[in-house]
């Protein structure tokens, strides 16, 4: 064949597809261009040494295992798109990429993270079921919604015991959802007082009402800070828009609130200096209440035969505080 002017290796050039291939279980990848899809799968062969007595291979997407198969899809693909080469008989798996490089696309970690969540919370309680308390609601959830087989394999217990160890799991999550309901109440009990004094006053020094109202926005806008805050957006989120956000968290994040600046934390929640300040002295008495009800039930527990753990059987006959 003769070959090619300048224009026609231009226009060649113009269709060419950049892409990535690798084997299914090899860690090395490289990069070829093709027009075509059979021209892909030859140059796959060929870098990446496949015998051909394991041929045709299957070109499928690295990302989600789906076969490219077909030449108007892979003409839609976009440039540098990473293929997985699978060689006669071979079968696409996610477990066999390396978790180590950027093949494994990020809902696969997050699936497996999240797996292993209830887990890390299940052998925390296996050392010691004090830890229930120190748990955020999420955490609880977390242990109410697994399976009860599978939780009892983990902590080598019959299923009856989990069964009651859920049960009081729940009765944590209810106790804390009263007390943020009777607190909702009782704040919405003192903003009504508050207003009636507001409307009180008002009608008595009708000259004094501009004043005191702009000393409030005055006071508000001059508390914000600049300095930035270390928490996690997670619990800025908590803390901003749930009711008794101190119920819901952890004690490791009640205690990062704590040691936080408040003028930092006011900044990043839009709050003037004396409502953060409310929120971590909340904080601080949450956080309190939990160590002390650790300590008295590790008291407890060190007067009962010495035992190193609590005992499964005792912890749900403790009586629920109405």
Request: charged share 30%; aromatic share 4%.
């Amino acid at each position: 064949k003769a070959p090619w002017g300048p224009a026609q290796s231009q226009r060649m050039a113009g269709r060419m597809k950049r892409c990535v291939v690798r084997r299914r279980d090899g860690p090395e990848q490289h990069g070829v261009a093709a027009s075509c899809l059979r021209e892909l799968r030859d140059k796959a062969c060929g870098v990446l040494a496949i015998d051909k007595a394991r041929e045709p291979i299957t070109l499928v997407l690295a990302e989600d295992g789906t076969i490219v198969d077909d030449e108007d899809y892979f003409l839609c693909l976009p440039s540098n798109t990473k293929f997985v080469a699978l060689a006669k008989d071979e079968k696409w798996s996610s477990k066999s990429l390396d978790s180590g490089t950027s093949w494994l696309s990020q809902s696969v970690d997050e699936v497996d993270s999240a797996a292993e969540k209830w887990k890390q919370l299940a052998r925390q309680l296996k050392d010691d079921l004090s830890n229930i308390i120190l748990m955020s609601e999420e955490d609880l959830q977390v242990l109410i919604d697994v399976p009860r087989s599978d939780l009892a394999e983990e902590l080598a217990q019959s299923e009856t015991k989990i069964q009651v160890l859920q049960d009081t799991l729940q009765q944590v999550l209810d106790r804390r959802e009263e007390e943020r309901q009777s607190r909702q109440l009782l704040q919405l009990y003192l903003e009504a007082l508050k207003t009636e004094d507001s409307i009180l006053s008002k009608v008595a020094e009708p000259e004094a009402a501009p004043r005191r109202e702009m000393d409030v926005v005055d006071t508000g806008t001059s508390s914000t800070g600049t300095s930035a805050t270390t928490l996690s957006n997670q619990v800025l989120a908590a803390l901003k828009e749930k009711p008794a956000p101190e119920l819901c968290l952890d004690s490791q994040d009640l205690e990062l609130v704590l040691k936080e600046d408040a003028a930092a934390l006011a900044s990043a929640l839009g709050w003037d200096k004396q409502r953060a300040g409310a929120l971590q002295e909340a904080c601080d008495q949450e956080l309190s209440k939990r160590l002390k009800q650790v300590q008295t039930l590790h008291s407890l527990r060190s007067t009962s035969k010495g035992k190193k753990t609590l005992p499964w059987g005792d912890w749900p006959s403790a009586k629920r505080k109405k």
